[in-house]
């Protein structure tokens, strides 16, 4: 079993903004979680690190543990997934925001919430995605059912 990736770990796409598409500060929670599965369907680590962090800054800013393990975790399970942005709520927590998200490997289906969160320097950012809930996206016994988002 794999834990979530809590302090901060992170599609059909639509196009990007051009700042985003350059690498820069994403505007909004939903496009910071659509960029982070994108950099991660990419193998783009480093974009990866610039799109996840806290309320303080992007992981390049903070130190985050064992940030590099984190991310390759992330990217595997996020591997040729699809997902597509339902829609965003007010999170627990002043300054964040939960993304609900469903992702897609083939018709295997699994809707999760992504908690991201406003940074003044680095704009919105990834803080928690919850990767035990996407397991079943690449088992052999694919299962299509909802889950939600544990917090972090």
């Given amino acids: 079993m794999v834990p979530f990736i809590g302090l901060a770990a992170g599609l059909l796409f639509s ?14 929670a939903s496009d910071a979680v659509k960029e982070y599965i994108r950099a991660a369907s ?10 996840f962090g806290t309320d303080k800054g992007n992981s390049i800013h903070i130190h985050v543990a064992d940030l590099q ?22 999170g627990a ?11 897609s490997v083939g018709s295997c289906r699994v809707v999760t919430s992504v908690t991201a969160v406003q940074s003044a320097k680095d704009g919105w950012l990834v803080r928690n995605l919850n990767l035990d809930q996407l397991k079943d996206l690449h088992g052999p016994t694919c299962t299509t059912r909802p889950t939600g988002n544990t917090g972090g």
């Fill in 15 to 28: 196009s990007a903004s051009p700042l985003l598409a350059q690498g820069g500060n994403a505007a909004t």
């Fill in 42 to 51: 990419d193998s783009n680590l480093s974009r990866m690190e610039e799109l």
């Fill in 69 to 90: 393990k984190r991310m390759v975790i992330t990217q595997a399970y996020l591997a040729r997934v699809s997902a597509r942005i339902m829609g965003e709520v007010p």
């Fill in 93 to 103: 927590k002043n300054h964040e925001k939960d993304v609900t998200t469903e992702l």
